[in-house]
């Protein structure tokens, strides 16, 4: 997320927000927000009730939640998702930011 934090104004520019969704308890993540300085709100999901309404894939094996981003329109359409397999399958900033012109 260090490299999210620092291409952030890039996302701005396009008139993009990000949210990052993690299964983190609310005190931890907050912790984190804080210690990092993250500059795009972060949601709190220990429950898993946001990744289960956009089908994130979870492995026992790969021990979590595997990586998903996703491109949710003003209106709520949601106009890319990218499931990862690892958590080495993360498209980079660059190749979102892309997409993002090619919407």
Same mark, same amino acid.
């Given at each position: 997320?260090?490299?999210?934090?620092?291409?952030?104004?890039?996302?701005?520019?396009?008139?993009?927000? =990000? =949210? @990052? /969704?993690?299964?983190?308890? *609310?005190?931890?993540? @907050?912790?984190?927000?804080?210690?990092?300085?993250?500059?795009?709100?972060g949601i709190p999901d220990?429950?898993? *009730? =946001?990744?289960?309404?956009?089908?994130?894939? /979870? $492995?026992?094996?790969?021990?979590? *939640?595997?990586? @998903?981003?996703? %491109?949710?329109?003003?209106?709520?359409? =949601?106009?890319?998702?990218?499931?990862?397999?690892?958590?080495?399958? %993360?498209p980079t900033d660059e190749? %979102?930011?892309?997409?993002?012109? $090619?919407?």
């Amino acid at each position: 997320m260090a490299q999210l934090r620092q291409d952030y104004s890039k996302f701005e520019e396009k008139n993009t927000l =990000v =949210v @990052a /969704v993690g299964p983190e308890d *609310r005190e931890a993540f @907050a912790k984190y927000w804080e210690e990092n300085d993250m500059p795009f709100p972060g949601i709190p999901d220990p429950e898993h *009730r =946001v990744a289960d309404l956009y089908e994130q894939k /979870v $492995s026992i094996i790969k021990l979590g *939640r595997m990586p @998903a981003q996703l %491109i949710i329109d003003i209106g709520g359409i =949601v106009r890319h998702i990218h499931y990862g397999n690892s958590m080495k399958d %993360i498209p980079t900033d660059e190749e %979102i930011l892309e997409l993002l012109d $090619s919407l």
